[in-house]
Each structure stands twice: as C-alpha cells, then as structure tokens.
C-alpha cells in the first residue's frame, strides 16, 4: 500500500506571497492531519480534514486555510506568508478512529526570504 | 489538558548498546494511547510503536519496546541493539478519550556512535 504522499517536497517563497501544499493520504483514509514543525515550537497542529470537512483545528490565525476533496486529498494553503512561517509542514492521514495509528508523509519544506 | 514530557534533549549510545528514551504523560482521561515516533533528517515521521491505557503487556514491535508504567504515567521506548541508522529524532505522543489527534512532545535526539 503506497504511502502518504507531499508535494512539493521544497519550496522557497518571499514575505507576502501565499502557497498551496498538497498532501495524497493513504489508500482508505479519510482523515487528513496538517502540522507545522519549527526548532522553537515543535511540532504543532493546524487542522484534520474528514470527509471533506474540517473537523478539528489548532490555534492558528486565519491566514493558514486547508480543504479537503473528494478523493480524500487535502491541500493547505497559507496567506500572506511571513518569515515566521519557514518551517516543515507535515500531513498525516489516518483510519480517523480512537486509537489509530497517524501515518506522516515526508514533509515539504518551506522557506520563506 | 494533555501533556507529554520528554525530558532528555539528546542521548548518546555505542552502536549495538540498548537505550532508554524518557516520556512522561499527564491526562484525567482513563483511556488513552501513546505513540512513538522516529523522525530521521530527511523530516518524514515514521511511526514506531503503540501502546493502549488498557493494554495488560507492555508493546513490542521488533527491536523496539514501550516499557509503560501506568501508574508513574511514563511510557519510555527502549531500542536494543542500536544500530547506526537509528541516529534521529524521537517523539512520544498521547492522544485521548475520543480525539485520536495526538499531541507531541518536543522530541528526544538520539545518536547512535559506532
């Protein structure tokens, strides 16, 4: 079974500019988890995606937004970037039940100039 | 609220050596899992082990263990026979009651010398 796939895998942008990552889960879940990992705040979590709604959401201003489709691929998107946000976006996908494994993808890196 | 601790920032062992990786956690809730992690440089997280709150035997997967100690609240992974390639980062999760989101905590460095 294929894993969970990141595009892209890098990414440099510039003070102002906004970015869409993209994030394929598992063949068969449906929960879609975004997280943010920085050397000063660890590892944080921004928002999981069911069935193409948002059901769960971290303490992050409005400016990062996510969607879920269909197909269960889910996209976030950040607005308006600062330097702040140069960080390790990850996304996990899951079966979405209690005591379930999060399996993570590998992650696309954003730097933000 | 939930909470994991992860006290020892960087860990240093001899190849072939085992090695005890701390977690503390604190929640009310009865039910419970707990998550290990293996981050290595290239960022993706890779998921090790897992272990329920109502688990009666400690889990094992491989060369991996989670020594859980229900009453102490601490669910420290053990590698035995560390090979090189076990040089990464380390992170315990939890997640509770009827979120099966996990928090993190901010990881342990694990270096593994030959």
């Known amino acids: 079974k294929a894993g969970v796939t990141q595009t892209p895998r890098y990414l440099i942008k510039t003070r102002g500019q906004q970015v869409t990552l993209s994030c394929s889960p598992i063949?068969?879940?449906?929960?879609v988890s975004w997280y943010q990992q920085t050397p000063g705040q660890g590892l944080q979590f921004l928002f999981e995606?069911?069935?193409?709604?948002?059901?769960n959401k971290g303490n992050f201003p409005g400016r990062f937004s996510g969607r879920q489709f269909s197909n269960s691929r889910s996209e976030m998107n950040v607005s308006t970037l600062e330097l702040g946000d140069s960080a390790l976006y990850l996304c996990?996908?899951?079966?979405?039940?209690?005591?379930?494994?999060?399996?993570f993808g590998p992650g696309t890196r954003l730097t933000v100039l | 609220a939930q909470k994991i601790t992860q006290t020892q920032p960087g860990m240093f062992v001899q190849e072939k050596e085992a090695v005890t990786l701390d977690c503390t956690y604190d929640?009310?809730?009865?039910?419970?899992?707990l998550f290990w992690y293996k981050q290595p440089s290239s960022g993706e997280m890779i998921f090790l082990i897992y272990?329920?709150?109502?688990?009666?035997q400690n889990a094992t997967e491989g060369r991996y263990s989670l020594n859980f100690q229900k009453a102490r609240k601490s669910a420290n992974l053990v590698i035995s026979a560390s090979q090189l390639g076990d040089s990464a980062m380390y992170f315990c999760?939890?997640?509770?009651?009827?979120?099966?989101?996990?928090?993190f905590g901010r990881g342990t460095s694990l270096i593994v010398h030959p």
């Open positions: 996990a996908s899951s079966l979405a039940k209690m005591g379930d494994t999060q399996y």
């Open positions: 063949s068969g879940h449906r929960s």
């Open positions: 995606y069911f069935s193409e709604t948002q059901r």
């Open positions: 929640t009310s809730d009865p039910s419970y899992g």
């Open positions: 272990q329920g709150s109502y688990d009666q």
């Open positions: 999760a939890m997640s509770t009651g009827g979120s099966y989101i996990p928090t």
